[in-house]
């Protein structure tokens, strides 16, 4: 069974910083691309960031470009997003989802963790 | 930056048809997908590459595209069908993914 467990969420201060990881069980890990999607409460989805199999192409959406960084260890079978200089605006509960092999869309997602910024 | 218009809200009563519709400039050289998303759940992808759909998913969820326009219908709509939905493309412009504002489906 194909799972992904997000784990790093918090309430952080404005400028701080946390590490999203997410742990990937039930397929190849490095087979699959992965994604880093969010959603602000009451809002909808938000696509933050992506990584290829090898980690050797990365996207970041405009809002988090210079701010954020994907990155992924496939002998651990792990998916992280470094997220520093958070603002307000990135409170979000932030799924990490698997790419469906040679489509972009999402087949799998966690169940998501939240972040709140705020003083 | 690409823009997926979606309406916010659709209703339909039970056993009817629900049309949930995706607009996008040049959409039709873009796969567009599917997401179903109930309250407090994470999303399910329902529909990819405008029509296919991922085991497990209903026969009564289908996809199409018109020009501009992808369309989500679902068939004999159940009241666990209601939630939001949302088209996502990717956007190889920019290489980004976008999806769209979110419809959400209500059953009378």
């Known amino acids: 069974e194909v799972q992904l467990v997000e784990s790093g969420g918090d309430l952080v201060q404005p400028g701080g910083s946390l590490r999203l990881s997410c742990s990937a069980s039930?397929?190849?890990?490095?087979?699959?691309?992965m994604n880093w999607v969010r959603q602000a409460p009451g809002k909808g989805l938000e696509w933050v960031s992506y990584?290829?199999?090898?980690?050797?192409?990365?996207y970041y959406a405009d809002s988090v470009k210079g701010r954020f960084t994907i990155s992924r260890d496939n002998a651990k079978n792990s998916l992280f997003l470094q997220m520093n200089s958070l603002r307000a605006e990135d409170t979000a509960v932030y799924y990490c989802?698997?790419?469906?092999?040679?489509?972009?869309?999402?087949?799998?997602w966690g169940q998501g963790t939240l972040v709140t910024v705020s003083s | 930056s690409y823009v997926l218009t979606q309406p916010p809200s659709v209703s339909v009563a039970p056993g009817q048809t629900a049309r949930v519709t995706c607009g996008g400039d040049n959409l039709g050289s873009k796969s567009v997908h599917w997401y179903q998303q109930k309250p407090g759940q994470a999303p399910v992808l329902v529909v990819y590459n405008d029509n296919d759909r991922p085991s497990g998913i209903p026969e009564r969820f289908s996809g199409s595209k018109s020009g501009n326009t992808a369309t989500l219908t679902i068939s004999r709509v159940e009241a666990g069908d209601e939630a939001d939905y949302y088209c996502q493309v990717w956007d190889s412009d920019s290489d980004h993914t976008v999806f769209g504002g979110g419809t959400k489906l209500t059953v009378l």
């Open positions: 989802a698997r790419d469906l092999v040679g489509v972009a869309a999402r087949d799998y």
């Open positions: 990584i290829s199999t090898s980690g050797s192409t990365i």
């Open positions: 039930g397929f190849t890990f490095r087979s699959y691309s």
